[in-house]
């Protein structure tokens, strides 16, 4: 099966974003020497480039370059087409904060429904037996 060009320009570019994403926090954790020379290289140079330029600008263009390099590896031919901007955050942060579900609305059938099968009380069992001894005593004299 082959792919189009427009198909392997979409995938190495989710993989460079993936991986750049995934790269940069590693090296945030301390792990820089245990990723590859490939990620150390990009990373190299993204930081020497986020000492010139803003940091959203250095991360453009390192994704744009592990893009451009996983587009050849993925057997795309010619020039890599230029990906659609994607829309940016406003904050420039993809987390969301957490909101507790709110509870589904009770209806008033609901509550009536709940009370008709609330379990007998303990004082109406009592009596009730007490009442059921009380007619046998009286009926077998």
């Known amino acids: 099966m082959t792919q189009t060009n427009a198909t392997i320009a979409k ?3 989710s993989r460079a974003e993936a991986d750049f994403a995934t790269w940069l926090m590693m090296a945030k954790l301390g792990s820089f020497d245990d990723l590859p020379p490939n990620a150390q290289d990009f ?10 330029m803003s940091e959203a600008k250095s991360k453009t263009i390192a994704v744009n370059e592990i ?19 994607r ?4 904050g420039g942060d993809n987390v969301v ?6 509870p589904p609305p009770k209806a008033a059938a609901a509550s009536s429904t709940s009370r008709a099968k609330r379990p007998m009380p303990a004082f109406l069992i009592f009596a009730a037996m007490v009442a059921v001894i009380a007619a046998y005593k009286f009926l077998v004299k």
Do not use: C, D, I
């Open 87 to 90: 829309p940016s955050a406003a």
């Open 43 to 52: 990373l190299n140079r993204y930081r020497a480039r986020f000492g010139e």
């Open 11 to 13: 995938k190495a570019r």
């Open 97 to 102: 904060k957490f909101q507790k579900p709110r």
């Open 67 to 85: 893009y451009l390099t996983y587009y050849k590896e993925m057997g795309g031919t010619g020039a890599a087409p230029e990906p659609e901007p």
